[in-house]
């Protein structure tokens, strides 16, 4: 069921984007032209506009969480965490949309699923002027905008345009992991990290699918389970223009075309067609293991071993032979299965 498509008749003022709604409107004045945040936060810099914004900020550095969830007993430093954690228990899902009658665990779903009924797209990039319904694809764009990389790693020679990312980068080097999971003795080396792994305790899965319902502990999950409902293969090889579900896929598809390996490695001598390859093998010798397993816990070292993984448990054969139509879960079982008919 569609809106009725109106005129957009909401115009800011302070760039050329409209909006169907003033709510619309309303929403892309805070997020794109904030006013300035004047109230620092002295540990990490952050700035806020409000006094009370900085002192809930504040609970994460000391690592207060006075608010506990009374089913499973875990804390959180923010009232909202926790409200939005409880939903996960009692399944939830108090947010309604009124043209197609879904329903979400979050205000902030509805309202990137609204824009899907009223087209509205209110993250504008200063630089180019595209504009896109949500926030994750506004970021993802602007950082192609921000392709200057002035920070150096001295041991690998990768680059980053921040230093706070080559600081993080350079524990893969140094080995140093700072971030402990309190249920068991397992460290990470970021903290991202550390809370995907958390969920593995847990039980969350704050991400769901709005087609079926199934939920999901990692973002990245779900979009590869959402691509088995669109069957979109958005990544396109260069040289042939073969098209996969997924990049890990893609990225092994693509080795079939680089024929020269200049990245070495310097503990086993194994060569690479890329850094990034050379970077997922260095994996082999750190030990680390940073893909798990959301149904069984299985550590694995690299994504597109997890993918491999998790098809084991959902039944997906996206490999077809085009031969006889048989399917299967890995790469490696159609090419046998492919040798038996020549």
Same mark, same amino acid.
């Given at each position: ?10 115009? /800011? ?58 089913? $499973? ?54 630089? $180019? ?54 249920? /068991? ?110 149904? $069984? ?46």
């Amino acid at each position: 069921m569609q809106v009725d498509i109106q005129e957009k008749k909401y115009s /800011c003022e302070l760039c050329t984007s409209v909006f169907f709604h003033k709510s619309s409107l309303t929403n892309h004045k805070k997020q794109i032209h904030a006013e300035e945040k004047r109230i620092p936060c002295e540990v990490c810099g952050a700035t806020f506009s409000k006094e009370y914004s900085l002192k809930r900020h504040a609970l994460i550095h000391r690592g207060e969480k006075p608010f506990r969830c009374e089913i $499973c007993a875990l804390t959180f430093s923010q009232e909202y965490n926790l409200k939005r954690h409880v939903r996960l228990h009692t399944g939830e899902k108090a947010f309604t949309c009124d043209v197609c009658g879904r329903s979400f665990f979050e205000k902030t779903q509805l309202t990137v699923h609204m824009r899907t009924h009223t087209g509205d797209k209110p993250f504008t990039c200063k630089v $180019c002027s595209s504009v896109f319904s949500d926030k994750p694809s506004y970021n993802k764009h602007t950082r192609v905008h921000a392709e200057e990389k002035l920070f150096h790693c001295e041991v690998c020679r990768s680059s980053f345009p921040r230093n706070s990312k080559l600081k993080v980068h350079m524990r893969i080097h140094t080995g140093e992991k700072p971030f402990r999971c309190e249920f /068991c003795t397992d460290a990470f080396s970021q903290e991202a990290h550390l809370k995907r792994h958390t969920r593995i305790h847990t039980g969350e899965k704050p991400f769901s699918c709005e087609t079926c319902g199934s939920s999901f502990s990692e973002k990245s999950i779900l979009r590869i389970h959402i691509r088995t409902h669109t069957q979109e293969k958005p990544f396109s090889c260069q040289v042939c223009g073969s098209a996969f579900s997924d990049n890990s896929n893609l990225k092994k598809h693509a080795r079939t075309h680089a024929v020269e390996k200049s990245f070495e490695c310097q503990v086993c001598q194994s060569a690479f067609a890329s850094n990034s390859d050379l970077k997922v093998h260095m994996l082999i010798h750190t030990g680390d293991k940073l893909f798990y397993c959301e149904v $069984c816990a299985y550590p694995f070292s690299t994504e597109s071993q997890l993918e491999q993984h998790i098809r084991t448990h959902t039944g997906e054969k996206p490999f077809q032979c085009e031969i006889c139509g048989s399917a299967f879960s890995r790469n490696s079982q159609l090419k046998r299965h492919f040798n038996r008919h020549k």
